[in-house]
């Protein structure tokens, strides 16, 4: 990793994964709560804007911390990625 893209001793990934672990978390919340919803029959167009902001959100954050456009649209794939693996996994075991 270039010095240049280290900063308070850690890389630029490590830093987005960072800045956006709150917003990933509240993307698998909503995720799971889009498909208890959704097994009741349930109405869920504002739960998919919901993550569509929280997604946006992410997308800003990225964008902050990496000026290259390119690198920051591939780890904002990565980080949804992340997201949307993160939505099965069960906190606290």
């Known amino acids: ?6 900063r308070d001793q850690l890389c630029l ?3 987005v994964r960072r800045s956006v672990a709150d917003l ?5 919340r909503l995720w799971r709560k889009r ?3 959704r097994g009741t029959q349930a ?3 504002q739960i998919g804007r919901q993550i ?3 997604e946006d959100r992410m997308g800003a954050r990225i964008k902050e911390l990496v000026p ?12 949804l ?6 939505r099965y996994r069960i906190k606290g075991v």
């Not at 990793?1 to 280290?6: F, K, T, V, Y």
């Not at 456009?69 to 990565?78: G, I, T, V």
């Open 1 to 6: 990793m270039p010095s240049s893209e280290a």
């Open 13 to 15: 990934d490590c830093r």
């Open 24 to 28: 990933r978390d509240e993307h698998a």
């Open 35 to 37: 498909e208890r919803y």
């Open 43 to 45: 109405n869920v167009q």
């Open 52 to 54: 569509a902001r929280v």
């Open 68 to 79: 290259n456009e390119r690198q920051a649209a591939d780890l904002l794939r990565r980080e």
């Open 81 to 86: 990625e992340a997201a949307r693996g993160q």
